[in-house]
Every structure is written in structure tokens, then in C-alpha cells.
């Protein structure tokens, strides 16, 4: 335990990366839910998430080897190339945790519309909420 955190919660908290995109402020950070670990997109994300919290991230999903997995593009307004990229990283790391896709709660069209022009949707599954993610996970184990 450091200053009061314990080694989970720090493992959560350098899980993350915050920033400016047109004076719009965004983060990428891994949440701990109920259904799974999610990645979670807030405001415009555009450009390449850093490597060492693309590592933190990885290390928070190792640590938790039954989690499963899901992303949450909900408040995502904007899909850069960066966000694209974390994107592939993310399933790149935890899609030895299971075949099929990942799924992704509640993306904009225009976010869905991306990855189909770029051949990645079928990586992918939008469900509205992270109670459906739940019900998903449930009937994949059937």
C-alpha cells in the first residue's frame, strides 16, 4: 500500500492517459466495472495514447487474468487515428483472453462508420450499455 492506495487502485491509476485536443480536454483510462475491465474513451480522442500508458494499461489487464473485456466509447466525440490505434493495441493484448469480438458500449455512428471503412468493425460488437455487455459475456460462455 502507498499513501493509502492500495496496489490494485495504483495499478488503475497509472492505467490512463489525459490531454488537450483543441482545447477540449480527453482521457483514455482502463475502469474496473462490474461486467469487465473496460477501456474507456471520454471527449475527442486524437492522437496515440503513450506507450507507457498503453503498458500500465496491459499490466492492469494481467494482473486481473479472469476479467473479461469490453470498451466503452460513450463519450467519445471524436475517433482519431490515436484512438484507432489504442483500439487495435487494446485487442491486440487482451484478445488471447478469448476468440470473438470485443465488445464496445454505445459508439457514435460515425465511430462504427470508421472502423467498417477500415475493415476493423467485425473485431467489434456494440451493445447500448454495459448491462447488455453483460448479458453478452453470459451468453458467449453458453
Request: charged share 15%; aromatic share 8%.
Amino acid at each position: 500500500m502507498i499513501n493509502g492506495m492500495s496496489d490494485n487502485e495504483l495499478i488503475f491509476q497509472e492505467a490512463q492517459h489525459s490531454g488537450l485536443h483543441q482545447g477540449q480536454p480527453f482521457t483514455v483510462r482502463l475502469d474496473n466495472r462490474e461486467p469487465g475491465l473496460c477501456l474507456t474513451f471520454l471527449g475527442p480522442v486524437p492522437a496515440a495514447i503513450p506507450s507507457a500508458a498503453m503498458a500500465a494499461i496491459q499490466r492492469a489487464i494481467v494482473a486481473h487474468p479472469t476479467r473479461r473485456t469490453y470498451a466503452d466509447l460513450s463519450a467519445c466525440t471524436y475517433l482519431g487515428s490515436g484512438a484507432i490505434a489504442c483500439l487495435m493495441e487494446y485487442l491486440r493484448i487482451v484478445s488471447p483472453r478469448g476468440a470473438g469480438p470485443v465488445p464496445l458500449v454505445n459508439p457514435h455512428a460515425r465511430a462504427m462508420t470508421v472502423l467498417r471503412m477500415l475493415g476493423l468493425s467485425n473485431f467489434f460488437v456494440p451493445l447500448p450499455d454495459d448491462a447488455a455487455v453483460a448479458k453478452w459475456f453470459t451468453e458467449q460462455r453458453k
